[in-house]
């Protein structure tokens, strides 16, 4: 088993920033991906950045790339990730996610939210006009 509790979250104006925190408890595996994944009412959930904690590769949303960073709190850290979300736009409000595909092999997850097996309770990012 693994929890997982965001925090962070928070209203801003446009061309703000924030920094979500993700802390993950219980097994988890370096093969892992930790993953950020947002939802708006009545859209499907959308992956926005992922890591894979065994090589540190990254990835990104399209829509993200150049603005979003995802990342750890120390190298080969299995317990913390953080999504420092730069130069924020009204369509990047949402309900956050921080998810984690945690199996003993790679699994290749990176943005596919089908692949996570574990998922926190969502922070709430509000971007003003």
């Known amino acids: 088993q693994v929890q997982l509790v965001e925090s962070g979250g928070g209203s801003v104006p446009a061309g703000g920033s924030l920094r979500l925190s993700c802390a993950a408890s219980?097994?988890?595996?370096?093969?892992?991906?930790m993953a950020w994944f947002r939802q708006i009412p009545g859209k499907e959930r959308e992956g926005v950045a992922a890591?894979?904690?065994?090589?540190?590769?990254?990835?990104?949303a399209p829509s993200v790339e150049g603005r979003f960073t995802i990342s750890r709190d120390k190298p080969r850290s299995r317990n913390m990730i953080y999504l420092q979300m730069n130069n924020l736009k009204p369509e990047d409000t949402a309900l956050y996610y921080c998810a984690i595909a945690a199996y003993e092999y790679t699994s290749y997850a990176r943005l596919q939210a089908d692949k996570y097996n574990y998922w926190g309770q969502g922070t709430q990012v509000t971007v003003g006009q």
């Open positions: 890591l894979y904690l065994r090589g540190d590769d990254s990835f990104y």
């Open positions: 219980g097994v988890i595996y370096d093969t892992s991906y």
